[in-house]
């Protein structure tokens, strides 16, 4: 048993370095958002920091489709845990629709002429986007802490 217990906790410890590492990357992509809509008013001499954030954006975005969500899979199938497989089955297309929204904003505002040509919407597209990425941070808290903080658990 102590060496079952080990094996998960090799095995899925690196997990929880992933989704630690993520939502620093999270905390990130706030607080650079938070820093954009309190200037209120954009010249071309943001877009640097437009173009920063919108990378942050997609890093994010990215780290989570291709690596935090496989994990947290493969972690339910390992403990074959159904619930949590549904559950993220019922998650995943919402956080799809957040994603095609993060990348629609990431479209307009990555290039230095995307972004100077739309900075008067720039306000009103990030407060749209802090709506859309706190409903996609609920979602992908309650996977977290369904799948994977149920399974550290389990492995202890």
């Known amino acids: 048993?102590?060496?079952?217990?080990?094996?998960?906790?090799?095995?899925?410890?690196?997990?929880?370095?992933?989704?630690?590492r993520w939502l620093a990357q999270r905390r990130q992509l706030i607080e650079?958002?938070?820093?954009?809509?309190?200037?209120?008013?954009?010249?071309?001499?943001?877009?640097?920091k437009i173009?920063?954030?919108?990378?942050?954006?997609?890093?994010?975005?990215?780290?989570?489709?291709?690596?935090?969500?496989?994990?947290?899979?493969?972690?339910a199938k390992d403990f074959c845990d159904d619930h949590a497989l549904t559950l993220l089955?019922?998650?995943l297309p919402e956080i799809?629709?957040?994603?095609?929204?993060?990348?629609?904003?990431?479209?307009?505002?990555?290039?230095?002429?995307?972004?100077?040509?739309?900075?008067e919407a720039l306000l009103f597209s990030l407060q749209a986007l802090s709506v859309i990425m706190a409903e996609r941070f609920e979602y992908e808290d309650r996977l977290i802490k369904e799948l994977h903080e149920a399974h550290s658990e389990q492995s202890t």
């Not at 650079?32 to 640097?48: F, K, N, W």
């Open 89 to 91: 089955k019922e998650l």
């Open 51 to 75: 173009q920063a954030f919108c990378e942050l954006l997609v890093d994010y975005v990215s780290v989570g489709h291709f690596n935090v969500y496989e994990q947290l899979a493969l972690e």
């Open 1 to 20: 048993m102590l060496e079952r217990c080990k094996t998960a906790q090799e095995r899925w410890g690196g997990v929880h370095e992933i989704i630690d």
């Open 32 to 48: 650079a958002g938070m820093q954009l809509r309190e200037r209120g008013e954009y010249t071309p001499t943001d877009t640097p």
């Open 96 to 119: 799809d629709g957040t994603t095609q929204l993060a990348l629609e904003f990431n479209d307009k505002y990555d290039t230095k002429e995307h972004c100077n040509g739309q900075l």
